[in-house]
């Protein structure tokens, strides 16, 4: 775990580990066209009105000079060279989605797709559709096979932003597909094998949540 400012950054050992299709209803993320390298091309943003034209270097968007910025750019770079999950936790409003990016954009799996899913924002009744997809008939409604977000996220990265609101009932199935790599669609039978790098963010107290018991201490 690192601590860096308002950030704690979590990742995990590895465990051992799908196809195109329509896009989530939460608005997936855009991904960055970046250099071959491994880190991240720095932008550049004006300074402030008032001061000088000259800009500065703001790496992975991270605006800042402080010994925090400095060290977070640095944790990025280190995080993003592995493949492992990373559970970024901050307060609402502290940058955790442009960590997430920094990560993904210095990553291998730049060029590949960056899936975002809020899971604050989707109703309990459709968030396991979101994620996994459904198969036609498999409720009211589902008129056609949907491919879900790990499906799309095939070879690349998904970003659980507010991963502290997925409903209890679906984090075993979460758990899954970090230790087996697999996903099933709603109403159907098939395994699929999910190649995804899984970045989560949240701004609860996960330890609290687990002794709460509202949270899988093993997720």
């Not at 989707?122 to 790990?150: D, N, Y």
């Amino acid at each position: 775990m690192f601590q860096v400012g308002p950030f704690r950054i979590h990742f995990h050992h590895p465990m051992s580990g799908f196809s195109a299709g329509e896009e989530p209803t939460a608005p997936p993320g855009t991904a960055s066209n970046l250099t071959d390298s491994v880190d991240a091309e720095p932008v550049s943003v004006p300074k402030r009105a008032g001061a000088s034209t000259a800009t500065v270097e703001a790496p992975f968007g991270l605006i800042g000079g402080s010994a925090h910025v400095r060290k977070l750019v640095v944790t990025i770079r280190r995080v993003a060279a592995s493949d492992v999950p990373v559970l970024i936790e901050g307060e609402t409003g502290s940058g955790k989605e442009l960590v997430a990016r920094g990560i993904y954009d210095a990553s291998a799996r730049r060029e590949r797709p960056f899936i975002v899913v809020n899971c604050g924002a989707i109703s309990p009744e459709l968030i396991e559709s979101e994620l996994f997809g459904h198969e036609k008939g498999a409720f009211t409604g589902a008129t056609a096979q949907r491919k879900g977000a790990f499906e799309l996220a095939n070879n690349g990265t998904i970003f659980l932003d507010d991963i502290g609101e997925l409903p209890l009932s679906l984090q075993p199935k979460l758990l899954r597909v970090l230790e087996q790599k697999e996903i099933k669609r709603v109403g159907g039978n098939d395994l699929f094998l999910a190649d995804v790098r899984i970045l989560a963010a949240t701004n609860r107290n996960l330890r609290e949540e687990v002794a709460r018991k509202s949270f899988r201490d093993d997720l």
